[in-house]
């Protein structure tokens, strides 16, 4: 692709403005347009963006130029339009982008969509109209989008891509920019076209075309065929379909096992919360037994407790009298009343009523129990005594347990706290129920994935029987077929093909690492010429890139700087190699179709370091077939220097106001 | 004396099925065992905190029937000596209501239980000391542990009041003597 | 089963041209899918009918 020419109209900043491009005439295939920051050349850069895919990177999405729009009275349009002339193959191409812009009645400026036209003229002069609904496919074909941004390099983004580029985190667009420049796509387009996966390629045109009529047999082998492809079809359908499923209920298994850990803990928890509920009816129990021995202890000391003090007072009082001196021993009232009936007494006197012995005799009862008291006093204190010694310290007991208890109270307000803790923890219900749903999905995952496996495996297996099937049928028929003029010619025709097909495979693998081992070389040998060999690159089969700083005595720059040496080798080995592809008279080579594409690079100078700009600059114009830059006004003057012959157009930036620049 | 049935009535009987009833569920333990506990001690406490009380007859709502608690005659006959034996110490010790210590000897001893007066006194003590011990012991208190705590300071108070200056040997020594 | 003889020379002449088309079909862009499908078809089926008479 190379650019003829650019016309902007009202599209921001430039009103109407237009630039042709330095096409190599004269060896002259340099253009430069000089301009300081702020003067409008990402504009520019970005007319190319808009009228070719219509977006642009501004975030203010409205073109318009400012001026003609407050010129605008309500319900006046505008029209703002960027025309690019380029040439693509054999064929030139005028793109013409337009987007109206209309004022209302509130004086807000609207726009319409954009409106895209591409004219293009062929070889022998035959100018056509591209339908509007394959334009955006014509462009495209001509630079997709993706590409765009290799080609219009940006000063600004260089720190993303080489960010980008070091974590490898785009090398499969790299890849794709490789090939896709460097000439596979010629035989990309030619294995498609082979492929018997696509419908109506050519091994799969012969497939079909088998005449079915001249032999019934055959029409029966290619139903056959066909019968089990569609299976085998629907057979890898389900393959997939359980894959996934699998793969959801691994997922949903090995997210159910880490909540399990989670509860883990609760369960631990549980068990302890049942622990201390134990501990506590343990102690409750304990301290009930207390109680009761406390009763216990009170109920067996009752009488000597409650009556000891009253017996010391008795006691006392008792003791101030003197009962023994008349009492006679073990004698009772009775023996007295049988001897005054007796009438005679012991000792043979005898016992009259008014006598004195009667009387004195008489007089002993008071002396005698019952009506002598000293031995009921005796038993008194006999009792007293039992009492006394009988008595236990039931004060001193009881205090002992109310110690006990004490303790225990402590000890239960103590696990009354911690089951408190522990059951604020298991807030949510009993955690074991929550283990065992958990413990039952996870199961159920099991089920399902060593169902599915087994299914799975079932399938691959039907999978390899239908196969065979197929195979067999094609064996046959392939027999049958030879026996069968027209068919046997098909089945020849089938044959080249399929061997074309894979040998194109095999080619095309083996183009591409050969491509890829001398884009290295290419790049290499640019770095040499700009740092001498400090820098060297590697490119892996997956486009990784690894860069290598070989010279650390001498001046190789800051890693930044370094990113954007990667980038502008890569890019500039790209475009070098396509252009030596087209220019080589190798015949293998030819076979690599490569289009040139111009370098358009916006101040590109400025990324590097002064020391490295003149090896930059006489570079550049080998590297493409047009190099198109954007320089400030500052690096203007190294650019003259450096490349004064081949630059073929210059142009610079006129900053006019706020909203209009003109070009010079 | 003591050798037949006695009859709690009224606020005494509802008390003393109070004072005999488990205060704690899970050891079933009670205060006093049996109402014949009650009848043994009571009076003891009564005359010591000299309280006495008439009879009272309030009657359950329910039946409309005076309440009443029962001590079997066996039970009391078998506990006959140690009823005798409480009664000797108040008639011996009860100032307020014979003076004359001969007299007091007469009604412990000599002539115990011949007036009936006497035992009226000592009936009168066995009501105060009912409620007495309902004061001490029951009023106010819900749960076990309430009880313990007022059993435990009931205890206390008392060996605090009447029983710390007693000691063994003393009662040993006044018992020697003759 | 009879063999079916392909003339290995024919294979890489056909492989060569089938190539060259491609790339400058994406340059003029003169024949669609379809077109290239049948002449890819045309140029195996001269190819294999010259072997055939020989």
Known sequence: MLLQSIKLENFRQFRNESIDFADGNNGKNVTIIIGENGTGKTTFAQAFFWCLYGETEFSDKNMLNKV??????????????????????????????????????????????????????????????????????????????????????????????????????????????????????????????????????????????????????????TDTINRCNAEIEQIDARIEELDSEIETATVRKSDKVKELKQYEEGEKLQEEKEKLQRKIAAAEKSKANVYKLMSKDFNGNLSSFFSISLIQRALELLSEKDFAGKDIP?????????????????????????????????????????????????DFKKESKRRAVDKKDLYGQLADHMAVISQQDDDLTDLRDDLAIVEGKLSGGDVRDKVRA??????VCDQTIAKDRSERDRKIAEKARKESERDRADTERRNLTLLDETNKKIEIYKTYAERIYKELLVEYSTSEEKIRTRLQTTINDIFKQIYNGGLYLEIDEKYHISVYV??????????????????????????????????????????????????VMDAPLSAFDKRRIKTVCEALPETAEQVIIFIKDTDGELAEDYMGDKIGSRHHFDKKNEFETTLV | MFDKQYRFKGRHAVRVDQL??????????????????????????????????????????????????????????????????????????????????DKRIDKAFRHMGEDPKDEERFDSYVRGGVDVLYEKL????????????????????????????????????????? | MEEIKIDDKAIERLKRKIILQENMNLKTKTMSDQQMVSWIKKKIEEEAQCYFNR
């Open chain 1, 438 to 443: 958990i413990n039952h999905e996870i199961q």
């Open chain 1, 68 to 221: 003609v729009a407050s010129e605008l009275r309500p319900g006046q349009e505008a029209k703002v339009q960027v025309v690019l002339k380029l040439k693509h193959g054999d064929v030139d191409y005028t793109l013409i982008r337009e987007q109206i812009y209309r004022k209302d009645s509130s004086n807000r400026i609207k726009p319409d969509n954009t409106v895209f036209d591409i004219a293009k003229k062929d070889a022998s002069g035959n100018t056509s109209y591209i339908k509007k609904s394959a334009c955006e496919s014509e462009v495209k074909g001509i630079l997709p989008k993706e590409l765009s941004r290799y080609f219009f390099f940006d000063g600004e983004r260089i720190e993303k891509m080489s960010k980008d580029i070091s974590n490898g985190k785009k090398a499969a667009d790299f890849a794709d920019a490789v090939k896709g420049l460097l000439g596979l796509n010629g035989m990309y387009s030619a294995i498609q076209h082979f492929n018997p996966r696509v419908r109506s390629s050519v091994i799969s045109n012969y497939e079909s075309s088998y005449n079915s009529q001249s032999n019934a047999k055959i029409k029966e082998y």
């Open chain 1, 330 to 378: 073990y004698m009772h009232a009775k023996t007295i009343e049988y001897l005054l009936k007796q009438k005679v007494c012991l000792c043979g006197t005898h016992l009259d009523e008014g006598t004195i012995p009667y009387a004195k005799v008489k007089e002993l009862i008071d002396f005698l129990p019952p009506q002598s008291i000293s031995t009921t006093i005796g």
């Open chain 2, 20 to 101: 005999t009833s488990a205060f704690d569920a899970e050891s079933k333990a009670q205060l006093f065992g049996r109402n014949i506990d009650v009848y043994t001690n009571a009076p003891l406490i009564g005359f010591l905190y000299g309280r006495t009380a008439e009879t009272d007859d309030t009657k359950n709502p329910e039946t409309n029937q005076v309440y009443n608690q029962n001590v079997m005659g066996d039970r009391v006959i078998y506990s006959q000596e140690e009823l005798m034996f409480n009664f000797r110490l108040i008639m011996l010790l009860d100032k307020q209501y014979e003076p004359d210590e």
């Open chain 1, 550 to 599: 070989t010279d650390y005595e001498g001046d190789v720059e800051t890693s930044t700087a370094q990113s954007i040496s990667v980038i502008f080798a890569f890019i500039t080995g790209i475009i070098k190699m396509a252009r030596d592809n087209r220019n080589s008279t190798d015949e293998d080579t030819k076979l690599l179709s490569s289009e040139p594409y111009p370098l």
């Open chain 2, 138 to 178: 029951i009023e106010g208190a819900s749960e076990p542990d309430d009880y313990i705590n007022k059993l435990y300071e009931f205890v206390e108070e008392f060996q605090d009041r009447f029983n710390s200056e007693i000691s063994s040997d003393d009662i040993m020594q006044l018992c020697i003597k003759k």
